[in-house]
């Protein structure tokens, strides 16, 4: 199984960035620890993050292609922005979990719409950074039939 985690924009900051809000743990450690997790189950992760809408758009459009069989995304602040992400996520047609560190829902008014919900498979908001784990279990499990 070819998962694929992709991240959006100012989460390349992670550990340094609001640490009270999404912690003190790195992209670099979960990207380590989503490794470890893949490897334990047989399955192939690729990791990403970019801070630039239409690079988050391509790599969603290379998923549909090259054999990936989930996505775990995190758009970040895009979630509550973007049509041509929702778009792009509904055209792969690819099992996709949107993941939020923080609890959404519980922050903001503008953070509580999710362009991207609707066309997701579910959403995990927050778990902290478990939620990439949670994310990657789900989509394991769904790749197994169960
Ligand atoms: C986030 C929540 C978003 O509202 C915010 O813009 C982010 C991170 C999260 O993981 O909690 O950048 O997606």
Known sequence: MKILCLNGPN???????????????????????????ARDNGADLEFDQSNHEGALVDRIQEAAEDGTD??????????????????AVADAGLPTIEVHISNIHKREAFRHHSYLAPVCTG????MGTYGYDL????????????
Do not use: C, W
């Open 123 to 126: 959403q995990i908001a927050g």
């Open 135 to 146: 994310a990657m279990l789900a989509l394991l499990r769904m790749g197994k039939g169960e």
């Open 70 to 87: 989930g996505i775990i995304f995190n758009p970040a602040a895009y979630t509550h922005t973007s049509v041509a992400l929702r778009d």
């Open 11 to 37: 989460l390349n900051r992670l550990g340094k960035r609001e640490p009270e809000i999404y912690g003190s743990e790195t992209l670099a450690d979960v990207e380590e620890r989503l490794r470890q997790l």
